[in-house]
């Protein structure tokens, strides 16, 4: 076990928690939350409880989304004074979705040590598990709360060829398939990772028009934590788009939103708009 005197230099440790099962926990991230002065903590309530089963007294200060940026000084403030504080989210590995931004900024800026441990984190472990291609990969964080905002994300990637990583909530989660349904077409392959490491874990991989009938065939399968992984565009040949089509793109792009100029290019040629769009992101400023 590790005490406070072996803590020499006052530090910032980012502290992942348990996902769900409490045995996930790491020995070095039980001897750093045992050890340090302070312990940031997205709900001192939750975290309480998880300090109180490893029978660990640190005390925790509240560090949310909403008073991050007002309370981070004053965290800077603790560990420039000599204390050594960690930092935990309600679950996973803060920042990842969670707060935590504005406090490491400020205390790399303020030359403060900052110390990541490795540990759980739902977006590896459900790509782990997923079967999609995992050599390129992005995380997205939550779906836009709008129809609109999901399917403006949607375009984004519908092209991209790595796969692409979502967090959603359960309330959202057959509208944000709709979504996907109308965006990416019944084919693509999505994986829903639900309750990672809990009692109802559940990882289903399919072609998204069959994954929406299997949600809806049992209500259970829309509760719990998600994660979704979309597989990305599967490497093919693009289609030859006419020089005129691109010309017209370009000339369109220095007025409008990519976006837009490739739906009018699209229109105007009757080509595909993802395809025009895809060209542009690459090929124009």
């Not at 459900?126 to 390129?136: E, F, I």
């Not at 995380?139 to 990637?157: T, V």
């Not at 509208?175 to 999505?190: A, C, F, I, K, T």
Request: charged share 25%; with cysteine; hydrophobic share 40%.
């Amino acid at each position: 076990m590790t005490d406070n005197k072996t803590l020499d230099v006052p530090t910032l440790y980012i502290v992942p928690t348990p996902i769900g099962n409490l045995g996930d926990i790491t020995q070095r991230a039980l001897d750093v939350l045992s050890s340090v002065d302070v312990i940031a903590a997205e709900d001192t309530r939750h975290t309480g409880r998880l300090l109180s089963h490893f029978n660990i007294q640190t005390k925790t200060f509240a560090l949310h989304d909403h008073n991050e940026q007002h309370k981070a000084q004053a965290l800077v403030d603790k560990l420039l004074s000599g204390l050594s504080i960690a930092l935990v989210s309600d679950a996973g590995t803060p920042l990842i979705s969670d707060p935590g931004y504005h406090l490491v900024t400020q205390c790399r800026q303020a030359g403060v040590k900052v110390t990541p441990l490795p540990g759980a984190c739902a977006v590896i472990t459900a790509l782990s598990a997923s079967g999609l291609p995992s050599d390129r990969f992005s995380f997205e964080g939550f779906f836009p709360a709008k129809s609109k905002g999901r399917k403006d994300k949607l375009m984004e990637i519908a092209n991209v060829e790595r796969t692409c990583i979502f967090y959603e909530s359960p309330h959202r989660i057959t509208d944000s398939l709709q979504d996907m349904l109308e965006v990416l077409g019944p084919d693509r392959e999505v994986v829903l990772a639900r309750e990672l490491t809990k009692t109802f874990e559940t990882i289903q991989g399919l072609p998204l028009g069959e994954l929406i009938d299997w949600i809806e065939e049992d209500s259970n399968r829309k509760r719990g934590e998600m994660v979704l992984l979309i597989h990305g565009q599967r490497e093919q040949k693009d289609e030859a788009l006419p020089d005129e089509a691109l010309r017209t793109l370009g000339i369109l792009n220095k007025e409008l939103p990519l976006k837009r100029a490739a739906a009018a290019t699209a229109e105007i040629y009757n080509v595909k708009k993802n395809a025009l769009y895809k060209w542009g992101l690459d090929n124009l400023d």
